[in-house]
């Protein structure tokens, strides 16, 4: 009734060949239904005939029978298979890959609502178990699984990671595209160079030397570090247009918080009236996106409590100078100093967070001699700000910065005239030369969303190929 | 009953201040509800008060009336205005941006369904028509439109372009989405020296030597040119991946058809068991993005019947032996030579495009030595191919390009030993190693496949901000 084990790849073009002195067989006969883990588990199949695909994340030979689970990524839960002990294989195990058929049936264990009853199983691709760096019931660490970027999609954790990046991606999209935002693909080659950081990677074929004459582009080019400016100029034809790609810094980081290549969320909106519109489009976004994309996937369910938890409240907004005030009249010892016109640092941040009840918390009206030349002048004084704003999270710290735009051309010009970029941002100037609007937008780090969405502690582990310093494998 | 025009900056939190010799004045009226113009033609308002904002795009001074059209992006077509003449003003004129508040109307002219008859007019940012480039009533060329790269938006071929990618985009997505495939954001810099190539870009920060030692990354980095490798570890556990983003090649190349910096959608399969079956998700994915992207946004009626006369007919599938026997039969002159084992070229491309009747044609089957290490080897003779495919399409030639992937450990290592690069690619043998299974993809040109669909000649006009040798503004 059980044939015998058959090993087989699954190219219908192929002839007999020997691999790993296994022979391989073709096989052509009429294929029952091919069912994804996840579709198997809506159990409208119970009682057919069946196939699925997929790996071994657990196999458990006994006596009678042998019990093994079957994952093919469709879902956190794998299936459970059943097979007459006969069908033990020594190449059938930990990691390999196999397709499976079977009558699907309703399970006995309240633990699962169907399982595979197989009839045949075919070894698609073997896995040694002794030079496989993941080992069958193992709860290896994060820091283990980090080591083999290449593997390391084969876990529970980070599968499930995979599949909440993707899911909030869709998020993303979806939010803006149901809220009349356009998609802009902004460049990552740019000759900006934004904020006159040494931050920068720099791009050339290899081989030329960073000269200005001779490179490939006839002027440097660099990695950009944000979208902004490039949504800024279609700001002067769409009021909504974002943007969500990979940005760069080429810091010295070794940090939870830092990478060299993350994604980041840019929205731009013009007709903005004040930094309240801009919030509360911001607030509204990073609920959204939270709601759709994690609820349905988290298990740790203290997790789930705590995220609707801070998005039923309303997110605080404290200018700078209140929250300069705060960290003065609080009892902390800081490293670095707390005087109106420094920087907000790390330890300023989760204090202030802390503060405000461990909820998100955004800071306005920052000094104006702190951000960059496009924020928009308060023309305040004598405490002159800027009109920018900062989103502070618990466990994270900064997540999102943004700013009203500097849409008045005389006050943009005499800025960039003082920093000597006039000449270089010629075609930005333009952009309030011709129908300026005013305007503002925000920049959200995907990544540390998800940090702070998940609770993960190290940034390295919600991207699927960190690179940061000293480090770019694959 | 109608107000002289008044001139105002919308941010409530502003003091009156004077810029270009214009007094700026702070309103604070109850607020009519604000419409977008898709959605003022949508005439649910008719008679009700509303406010747009926008840009003007036509600007017509009568005896009696004014007669604006005011864009905001929303759609192609713009909301035609009526004002007194007495609302005149010598800020007011094409390219200036404005608020208008009024009572929206059903149109006497059948060229629109509503109109709005202007209460109040505010100039929010003036344009001077002399300064800017694109003047009113004029019919500018692509050509000379590119040379504005910061300020094409504003015109309507290009705004519309920018509404069809964001559109293409949200399709792409969705179809991928609804077809069960996980989005992977694969990484922009590597350090894949992919396919050994003189066309890759470096990365460093600037004044750094690009050594070995001592660099950022400690080893030497690359943007990236194809996400496949990175796919097929993510292969290993999800049966279907996709990617969409940058890629980069550093061709000195002018050529209407390849840029520095282009989008790709690439896609990849696991236990894809042939050739065929590659190639129907991928007829089915570029319908798909078509039907839903195109469709709703063409407005010249021979291009969609073009399309629609193409995607209706199955595209034909030749293999690139029968490919050469047409090109040798033909009485066709061609530059380069025609034997079996030379790369077809576009001038033969074209020419099997017009051959098959001038829709979408799969070649399969090339030349084992044309291709890279990990096409699958077919293993025939004499004639040794490998299972590798191209799409070639209408007007612009290679549109995609794809292959089974070789997936038995012996053959790849074997091969990659040939190419002496089994070391550095010791971990995409690791993926043979564990688990493995048959699998293939392809990746799309995302500009490419703009041009194919729109009929857009140069590659430049299809993306935001074009990146090619020698070029890289803003």
């Known amino acids: 009734m059980f044939p015998a084990v058959t090993r087989a790849f699954l190219l219908s073009s192929m002839t007999p060949v020997c691999r790993s002195g296994v022979t391989v067989r073709r096989y052509c006969m009429k294929n029952p239904t091919k069912l994804r883990v996840s579709e ?24 009678q029978n042998l019990f093994l689970h079957v994952n093919d990524g469709s879902s956190l839960k794998s299936l459970q298979v059943i097979a007459p002990a006969a069908m033990n294989d020594p190449l059938l195990g930990f990691g390999c890959a196999v397709e499976v058929r079977g009558i699907l049936k309703k ?21 040694n178990p002794v030079d496989f760096p993941f080992k069958i019931k193992e709860r290896h660490s994060l820091e283990y699984i980090r080591q083999f970027l290449h593997l390391r999609c084969r876990t529970n954790a980070f599968s499930s990671l995979l599949r909440i990046r993707s899911e909030a991606t869709a998020a993303v999209h979806s939010y803006f595209k149901n809220n009349g935002f356009l998609l802009v693909h902004t460049p990552t080659i740019t000759s900006n160079d934004c904020e006159g950081a040494g931050e920068l990677f720099q791009v050339e074929p290899p081989g030329t030397t960073f000269a200005n004459e001779g490179s490939f582009f006839s002027v440097p080019v660099y990695l950009t570090v944000s979208g902004q400016l490039h949504l800024e100029v279609m700001s002067g034809a769409f009021p909504r247009v974002y943007t969500f790609g990979p940005t760069f810094r080429a810091e010295n980081s070794q940090s939870r918080r830092h990478l060299a290549e993350f994604f980041m969320v840019e929205a731009e909106i013009s007709f903005t009236e004040s930094i309240e519109d801009l919030t509360k489009v911001w607030k509204t976004a990073a609920s959204d996106f939270t709601i759709i994309s994690a609820y349905i996937f988290l298990s740790p369910l203290h997790l ?19 929250a300069i005030d705060i960290l003065k009249r609080s009892s902390e010892t800081f490293t670095f100093p707390t005087d109106w016109g420094c920087d907000l640092m790390t330890e300023h941040e989760k204090f202030l967070v802390k503060h405000c009840g461990n909820i998100p918390v955004f800071v306005t009206d920052y000094p104006h001699d702190l951000k960059p030349f496009y924020a928009r002048d308060n023309q305040d004084h004598p405490k002159h700000t800027a009109a920018a704003v900062d989103l502070l999270v618990p466990g994270v710290g900064e997540l999102s910065g943004g700013s009203l735009r500097e849409e008045r051309l005389d006050l943009l010009r005499s800025r960039l005239g003082e920093c000597g970029l006039e000449d270089t941002y010629s075609w930005y100037l333009d952009l309030r030369r ?3 609007v005013p305007h503002g937008g925000f920049g959200l780090g995907f990544e540390r969303y998800l940090q702070c ?7 390295k582990d919600v991207i699927p190929f960190p690179r940061f310093s000293h480090s770019c494998l694959l």
Chains 1, 2 share one sequence.
């Open 434 to 436: 011709f129908g300026s």
């Open 453 to 459: 969405i998940l609770g993960v502690d190290n940034i």
């Open 40 to 63: 198997a588990f809506l159990d409208a199949q119970v009682g057919e005939k069946v196939r699925i695909q997929g790996w071994v994340r657990s196999f458990r030979p006994q006596k």
């Open 107 to 127: 399970s006995p264990h309240s633990k699962q609502p169907v399982e595979l009853e197989a009839e045949q199983i075919w070894v698609i691709g073997e896995c």
């Open 304 to 322: 789930k409590d705590t995220l609707d938890d801070m998005l039923r409240k309303s997110f605080p907004v404290i200018t700078y100078t209140e």
